[in-house]
């Protein structure tokens, strides 16, 4: 039965904004960036390092001198580009280089916009272009031009804001976009529930019967392969009434989210308890699913809408007392 | 109490793929190689001391991505078990140190990635340095691009022998059966192909692979009885180098050089390199001293197979290998992390008692 169609997959986009505090040696290299000027520190051996290092980078001690370095510099060595992805400095192809600038003993990586492979080389002399709104990031500066290009459709970078607050943070927004795939046994169970049916599967090594079916029975390590169709009723195991709002909340608190045994199930599954007040769900009060419109349906779990007091009598104790 | 010694005993691979049908929790590719390797050893899970993993949340798109492995194991009653967020040859030496302690005299230690379910190249660029070159996505193939130039332009390398890398990688990964990739070639088709990431052409870079693998240790005794000749682990070390690419010389290996000083890689007959660009192998195999009689990585290595997180613990079995199956007395693993060669581990391997 698993299998018989190809997995379930959708695309999953996951993002975060990471926020940095910077510290002593970063903080005010990102402040220079904001300010136009870029800022080396020298490391023991006194070799000046372009990005700063916190440390140095042989014998790990902490350094503290900073050195201004020049907007002027030479391409150590360099790749090409041609398709920029999402994020990177430029949006037509470009050579990402390592550029030694005037003053610096290591190089920084970063663009060159260079229109073609053929106008770069290494050991080509190139100069920063500013990005004309800076916030104190890599990305202050915009990429690096050849260092004879005309400047004078440029904006020149504005001299330091002396009176501008040192940058102590820097936020770098992380987004990735994966295709999330299902296991066949998730597929299975996702294509049951868009024809309204609850399709759970049996491990053969310990009779447990999972709804998701798994890939792996968590007790034996072997998939679950053995359908078993579960009516729509069961039991709440727990449960927890929600008085918190909170982003993104579909139900004005407070109301009920709780672990619901389906009949013939082995493993509770978290679910909502509506049609009654909060106060009045227990333990063993038996639930039957809500579902919404047929034509509404489809491979999610979100077709039951929620579950709703069958008016029967609570189940006893010993029921599901081997699934909390 | 003397330190006992410790030893691979069984080793298997996941078909290298572009796309598996899997999940990224690698379950449906981690269970049946559970199966064939203690079916090997005629083993049970209950047998197993020791569990040691290594995977990437960054790879999976979610958090605590390894906990659903777990379910591959059956961990019921509660096992002994830890994760590294690394190559999977990182869990190997946890598990290497964890039997080295006495405590456990088994240990299974498993890799896997599905890359295909993101953009590999990008998720990678997640691996630099957050303050200055994360927030402009450089991604992996123009680090190595970066780095191939640098060691072409000091004449460190030619492109001629990068293409020799890539042919003897592709000619070897046609004899490995679960291979990506491999077929009859020489330098000189593959240096008519274009460039992918000037330098590189796509020869020289890895593909990309989903894929899991699976390494059985075994402590003194417990490893004679499971198998007639183990391969044991008679030197280990993994190194690091700054996080700072560009403070480093991408050139050479001292990390690699330091490894292998520390592990004894002398006399080795068959070197497993973890080499994801063609370059890197050069880089290699000058940092590990290995001779032309060497025989590096008859498996195809990673040009023809590079699953994320357990490419570095398949070159340990695939070394390992040649020394349960007595055609080697002495071999090396080597298992690579980070940009450009930025950290390294070498595993070498004896026959005999
Ligand atoms: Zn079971």
New binding site residues.
């Given amino acids: 039965m698993t299998g018989t169609s190809p997995p379930l997959s959708a695309p999953f986009d996951v993002g975060f904004d990471y926020t940095r505090t910077l510290g002593p040696v970063l903080g005010p290299f990102a402040t220079a960036l904001r300010d136009g000027r870029v800022l080396g520190i020298r490391g023991t051996d006194r070799r000046v390092h372009v990005p700063v290092v916190e440390f140095d980078p042989v014998t790990g001690d902490a350094l503290d001198e900073l050195v201004e370095v020049s907007d002027f510099g030479t391409v150590v060595t360099w790749t090409w580009q041609s398709r920029p992805s999402e994020g990177q400095p430029l949006d037509r192809s470009f050579a990402w280089a390592m550029i030694r600038l005037d003053g610096a003993d290591t190089p920084l990586l970063h663009a060159v916009d260079t229109g073609s492979a053929e106008a770069m080389w290494t050991g080509m002399r190139v100069r920063i272009r500013w990005a004309d709104e800076r916030s104190g990031s890599i990305t202050d500066i915009a990429c690096f031009v050849p260092a004879d290009s005309a400047t004078a459709s440029e904006p020149e970078a504005p001299a330091a804001a002396s009176d501008a607050a040192p940058v102590t943070t820097v936020v770098t927004p992380i987004h990735l976009h994966l295709r999330h795939s299902a296991s066949a046994q998730e597929s299975d169970y996702l294509r049951a529930l868009e024809q309204g049916r609850l399709l759970a599967q049996r ?6 019967v999972y709804i998701p079916p798994r890939g792996a ?6 998939p ?1 392969t053995e359908p078993v169709e579960l009516p729509d009723t069961g039991t709440v195991t727990t449960f927890c009434i929600v008085n918190v709002p909170f982003l993104g909340q579909r139900i004005a608190p407070p109301y009920v989210a709780a672990y619901i045994l389906l009949d013939g199930a082995d493993i509770a599954f978290l679910h909502l308890v509506l049609g009654c007040d909060a106060a009045h769900v227990r333990m063993g009060m038996r639930v039957r699913a809500v579902w919404k419109p047929r034509e509404d349906w489809s491979t999610t779990m979100e077709n039951i809408d929620h579950f709703a007091p069958t008016g029967e009598p609570d189940a006893a104790d010993e029921t599901y007392a081997h699934h909390l | 109490m003397a330190v006992p010694d410790v030893a691979v005993v069984g080793f298997a691979e996941a078909p290298n793929l572009r796309a598996a049908d899997a999940t990224t929790n690698g379950v449906e590719m981690l269970v049946p190689l559970f199966e064939q390797v203690l079916d090997e050893l005629s083993m049970t899970r209950h047998d197993i001391g020791f569990w040691c993993s290594g995977s990437s949340d960054y790879l999976a798109g979610r958090a605590f991505s390894f906990i659903a492995a777990i379910d591959a194991i ?1 961990a019921v009653p509660p096992i002994n078990e830890s994760h590294v967020e690394m190559d999977a040859a990182w869990a190997l030496y946890e598990a290497w140190v964890k039997l080295r302690t006495g405590e456990v005299d088994t240990a299974l230690v498993y890799g896997f990635g599905k890359s295909s379910a993101g953009d590999l190249r990008r998720t990678l660029a997640l691996q630099l340095d957050p303050y200055s070159v994360a927030p402009l996505w450089p991604d992996s193939v123009t680090i190595a691009a970066l780095q191939a130039r640098l060691g072409l332009e000091t004449g460190m390398w030619t492109e001629r022998e990068m293409a020799e890398v890539s042919a003897r990688s592709l000619r070897d990964g046609a004899t490995n059966p679960l291979a990506q990739r491999g077929h009859a070639t020489d330098a000189d088709a593959l240096l008519a192909e274009p460039t992918l990431a000037d330098p590189l052409r796509a020869y020289d870079c890895a593909p990309i692979t989903d894929g899991a693998s699976v390494v059985v240790l075994a402590a003194a005794d417990r490893a004679r009885e499971l198998r007639r000749d183990p391969a044991w682990i008679t030197g280990m070390a993994h190194r690091t180098e700054s996080g700072t690419l560009t403070a480093r010389d991408l050139t050479r290996s001292s990390s690699t050089q330091d490894c292998s000083k520390a592990a004894g890689t002398d006399g080795v007959a068959v070197a497993e390199l973890h080499a994801p660009f063609s370059h890197q192998d050069i880089v290699l195999r000058r940092a590990l001293g290995l001779g032309d009689a060497v025989s590096v990585s008859p498996s195809g290595g990673a040009l023809c197979g590079n699953p994320m997180f357990s490419a570095g613990l398949s070159r340990i079995g695939h070394a390992a290998r040649h020394v349960l199956d007595g055609r080697a007395e002495k071999v090396l693993g080597h298992a690579t992390s980070g940009p450009a060669l930025q950290q390294n581990l070498v595993c070498v391997m004896e026959g005999g008692n």
Wanted: proline fraction near 7%; include cysteine; charged fraction near 20%.
């Fill in positions: 491990c053969t090594e310990c009779d447990k029975c968590p007790t034996c390590g072997v679950t | 059956g």
